[in-house]
């Protein structure tokens, strides 16, 4: 069942929530709708699944346009980050609920109930009660209870939020296994990166109510569209620096700017250098394309190792993070003079006040 969303807006008490979104989910895929909150990403689930109805715009499905059918019409399976569970029924009861409200044979519910049991691997905690069961198990009951009527849409709103980290993480492993296996074309809702990168087939950037961007996590981490999205998905160092033509300027350091329109000498203010921590080599001697910083601290992180450094002439503070072993063999101490060169930078510049994006080649 694909999705098709064209020209969405909605807005409540005059403020705008969605602008214009439009968008197509293909059948079988399992999309992460990412952003900050505030962004639009339940509002546009909950239209999705009949819940709210747009200002304007359609939402079809596989072709036919849906927005005149109710939620139970649109046949969705919902799954929320608070469970809903009926605290006052059984595991197999919760799960069989929907089948029972629509008069299906006995027979069939409990052959049922007891297939997705076993998908979700709870099939031995069928007559335990909601309270006698972890964060982790409640979910999967709710998501076993929305697969219950075979829907041809699964949305589900932060369905890991309320749970601890090791708990979300084993949790989003096991849910792609299971898309994997059923094939629902799914949208999930998350603010956090990470779970949306290991999760989805692909991810839709939201930012005020817009799409940003929609690509693979590869893609929109690599190719990022736009400087919130560079912002957005994860750290990031940036400079300030002047356009000349097709080149960039941080003080002395000089970048490709690619895509710029205007000859030489066509200056071209506000441009932005974004440098991930992760792209910037240190080293103890001043080579070709670096700059000198000096090391304030070392943050460790586990299987790397965060060094925050003072560079006068590129903002306040960079941001450099390497592997463990790079960092011992460094042995860098607090204090120390070093060099930073970008391996990769991405250059977002704004002239006559429109936004136009330009990726910075490797120095």
């Known amino acids: 069942m694909s999705i098709q969303i064209t020209g969405l807006s909605k807005s409540f008490d005059a403020n705008p929530v969605l602008r214009d979104v439009n968008l197509e989910i293909p059948e ?18 909950r239209i999705l699944a009949g819940l709210e109805s747009p ?6 499905h596989a072709g036919e346009d849906v927005g005149a059918r109710s939620a139970r019409e649109r046949n969705v ?11 006052h029924m059984t595991v197999a009861e919760n799960v069989g609920f929907a089948l029972r409200v629509r008069k299906r044979p006995r027979a069939e519910v409990t052959a049922r109930v007891d297939e997705l049991l076993a998908l979700v691997q709870l099939d031995g905690l069928r007559e335990r009660y909601p309270h006698q069961l972890s964060g982790g198990q409640r979910q999967r009951v709710a998501l076993a209870r929305a697969l219950a009527t075979a829907p041809r849409i699964l949305l589900l709103d932060e369905p890991f939020g309320a749970l601890d980290a090791r708990v979300r993480q084993e949790l989003r492993r096991w849910l792609r296994r299971l898309h994997d296996e059923l094939h629902v074309t ?18 839709v ?33 940036v400079f300030q620096g002047r356009v000349d033509g097709n080149r ?51 943050v460790p992180l586990g299987a790397a190792v965060r060094v925050e450094l003072s560079a006068p002439g590129f903002g306040k503070a960079v941001e450099v993070e ?3 072993r790079k960092g011992e063999a460094l042995g860098l101490q607090p204090g120390e003079a070093v060099h930073l060169s970008p ?21």
Not at 186 to 203: C, I
Not at 343 to 363: H, K, M, N, Y
């Open 28 to 45: 079988g895929e399992l999309v992460a709708l990412l952003g900050p909150s505030g962004c639009g990403k339940t509002t546009l689930l």
């Open 55 to 60: 200002d304007a715009g359609e939402v079809r």
């Open 77 to 87: 399976g919902l799954v929320f980050q608070h469970y809903a569970l009926f605290r």
């Open 186 to 203: 799914s949208v999930f809702v998350t603010h956090d990166q990470e779970e949306a990168f290991e999760v989805s087939d692909r991810v």
């Open 205 to 237: 950037l939201m930012n005020a109510g817009r799409v940003e961007q929609v690509g693979t996590p590869a893609q929109v981490f690599e190719e990022p569209a736009s400087p919130f999205v560079m912002r957005f998905l994860g750290a990031v160092n």
């Open 248 to 298: 960039t300027w941080v003080n002395d350091l000089e970048f490709a700017a690619p895509g710029t329109s205007g000859g030489a000498g066509a200056v071209r203010k506000s441009a932005h250098v974004y440098v991930r921590p992760h792209e910037l080599e240190v080293h103890r001697a001043a080579v070709p394309g670096s700059f000198e910083a000096r090391v304030v601290r070392l």
């Open 322 to 324: 390497l592997d463990v």
């Open 343 to 363: 391996r990769r930078a991405r250059v977002f510049a704004a002239p006559d006040g429109e936004a136009d994006s330009l990726t910075a080649s490797a120095l």
